[in-house]
């Protein structure tokens, strides 16, 4: 092998484990343990990925750093309470350290790359393909005036990417090779900036790669959990910061899109977005942890996002309360592993889901109970709400997993509709709050009788996924924490165990049974981790702590090695599915944490 190869030359994307997070509170990067970066999105969370290898081949876009001989070994973690990457590279010649950042409140979206020789002497390669719209523009390159780099354009975007070894072109790719002897470092250095603009001003990187260090080191030290997990919880808080949009206090589900459910399958959506449904749990995970300022944002996000007529509310919105996010697919990407389709965008947006009323009452009620600064017309909006939500109580939705198969009456929805009545009254009685007392307490009763009619099968003991139905539904677990019936209900007991006997398969819960069809798709998933949280959440609190901890430690076992955690998992090939790293499992992990704490 030539000292000018890198080990492994791959072209496919890698697992999805394998990849670690860098982000800058404005977009996200995903890194690989080989040290090439297969995903980045420039300048926003959202915005069209300008290395898109993660759904294609290295021909889609990806930044390679790494040595160029063969690796005996690859060990990486991050820094202590920071999002700063470390990766340990050794060779038969030697022992280099990579070090990746995306650096905090910058002018311009910057990417740091510096690599050191621990010691001995190691052969380096970079190679630098960048491919604006999803991989599918090759940029116009050209050289800095001063000789320290190159300057990439096509359309709105230009990338600079400065050098301390020189770079050359080749087969339309930025390339370096470069010898590192023994406390020798080099710098590269990817910014990004709209191509009217001039050229961004060459970074201090000692001085930035301080900063933000220090940055994340004082973000975390306001974290007042204390409990047996706080390495998780800590870094599960870490992953919800990073997928904050700073400017608007908007948190998305996941950096990524179309990060397959299914291998090879068509179960791939677009997470770029901000939805409701994580509104309450993001709330309450950052309030419990003694993080007022990110629940201020967000929840100032949301009152945002969602003012305006009661009947036009929507389940999710884009970073700054956009509410177009039409779906649509990227032909020339192949997918990840060619799991097509690669969808931007999703349409799911224009879903009715009553389980969203829910969530937007409990996020009052945490904000309220929290002494969050209130806008005048919150509970004036919250009211408009709520006498909307009894207009259309009755219909039938897509439900809590957005179903693609035709709205149902789904059991979940209906006790989050009533949750949101039961939510109300509570908060109108306890701050004297003006409103239909009378009318919302009928409509809470009606829902509640309505729901242990339809929604309850007596040949199975056990309430179902949706109302004359026979098909279980992990959300069920669910009905007790909101107050529905409390957890020693035999109701509830029964429920839970029928959960258990019908959806639990190699020690993980899947959401519910995908044969019958019910979300138009046609084709199976892996296990939904926090779904599986919830499990354990129901254990600990109906008396069984031992099954509980035992459970939460095992999918604590499921994070990768800078513990990241996927949507779902495959317990048959012991591997992660889904969006990656995604906001619903990590907030997951931190309630199942607090509830064992407690």
């Not at 990746?100 to 311009?108: G, R, S």
């Not at 947006?349 to 009553?354: R, S």
Request: with cysteine; aromatic share 10%; charged share 20%.
């Amino acid at each position: 092998m030539s000292s000018h190869d890198p080990f492994p030359r791959r072209i496919l994307p890698l697992p999805i484990e394998d990849y670690a997070l860098l982000g800058d509170c404005h977009t996200a990067a995903l890194t690989g343990r080989d040290g090439t970066i297969d995903w980045l999105c420039l300048p926003r969370f959202d915005s069209p990925a300008c290395l898109a290898a993660l759904l294609g081949t290295a021909e889609h876009g990806h930044w390679a750093l790494h040595p160029a001989e063969p690796v005996l070994s690859v060990q990486r973690r991050y820094r202590d309470d920071t999002l700063i990457l470390e990766t340990t590279f050794t060779t038969q010649n030697g022992e280099v350290m990579l070090t990746e950042c995306m650096p905090v409140e910058q002018e311009h979206r910057t990417l740091i790359r510096r690599v050191t020789a621990v010691r001995g002497q190691v052969h380096m390669r970079c190679s630098l393909r960048l491919r604006f719209d999803y991989g599918q523009t090759i940029p116009w390159v050209t050289k800095l005036p001063d000789g320290s780099g190159l300057c990439a354009i096509a359309g709105p975007d230009q990338v600079i990417l400065r050098s301390t070894v020189p770079l050359q072109g080749r087969h339309l790719t930025t390339e370096a090779f470069f010898k590192l002897k023994e406390g020798q470092t080099e710098t590269f250095v990817l910014q990004h900036a709209l191509s009217h603009e001039p050229l961004p001003s060459a970074l201090d990187t000692e001085a930035a790669l301080a900063y933000t260090e220090q940055w994340w080191r004082n973000w975390c030290a306001h974290c007042t959990y204390k409990g047996p997990w706080r390495e998780a919880v800590l870094r599960s808080l870490i992953v919800l910061k990073a997928l904050t949009y700073a400017p608007t206090g908007g948190i998305i589900a996941a950096p990524t899109t179309s990060l397959p459910e299914d291998p090879g399958g068509i179960r791939n959506w677009d997470y770029r977005y901000c939805w409701l449904r994580d509104a309450a749990l993001t709330l309450s995970a950052f309030i419990s942890c003694g993080y007022h300022t990110e629940a201020q944002a967000w929840r100032n996000w949301l009152h945002r996002s969602i003012a305006g007529e009661a009947s036009q509310i929507q389940i999710m919105y884009g970073l700054c309360g956009e509410r177009s996010l039409r779906e649509w697919t990227v032909e020339s990407l192949p997918g990840y592993h060619k799991a097509a389709p690669v969808r931007i965008g999703n349409a799911a947006a224009d879903q009715v889901q009553l389980d969203i009323y829910g969530i937007m009452a409990h996020v009052a009620q945490l904000g309220r109970a929290a002494r969050l600064h209130n806008r005048h017309s919150a509970w004036a909006l919250q009211t408009k709400v709520v006498n909307w939500l009894q207009h259309i109580w009755r219909q039938p939705d897509q439900g809590i997993w957005e179903v693609r198969g035709g709205p149902r009456q789904f059991v979940h929805s209906k006790v989050m509709a009533w949750f949101t009545f039961q939510v109300s009254l509570q908060d109108m009685e306890r701050y004297g709050l003006p409103g239909p007392k009378e009318s919302w307490t009928r409509t809470r009763d009606a829902l509640h009788a309505d729901i242990c009619k339809n929604g309850f099968n007596k040949n199975l003991g056990s309430f179902v996924q949706f109302y004359g139905g026979d098909t279980l539904d992990a959300a069920l677990l669910l009905l007790p924490r909101v107050g529905f019936l409390p957890y020693d209900d035999p109701r509830i007991q029964k429920t839970i165990a029928m959960i258990e006997k019908n959806l639990l398969r190699n020690g993980f819960l899947q959401r519910y049974k995908t044969y019958n069809n019910v979300d138009g798709l046609n084709s199976t998933e892996g296990a939904f981790l926090a779904c599986t949280f919830w499990l354990a959440d129901a254990y600990a609190l109906t008396g069984r702590r031992e099954e509980a901890m035992a459970l939460f430690e095992k999918l604590l076992s499921l994070r990768n090695d800078v513990g990241l955690l996927a949507e779902e998992y495959d317990p048959q090939n012991n591997t992660q599915l889904g969006n990656f790293p995604q906001g619903f499992s990590h907030l997951a992990l931190i309630h199942t944490a607090l509830t064992l704490s407690a």
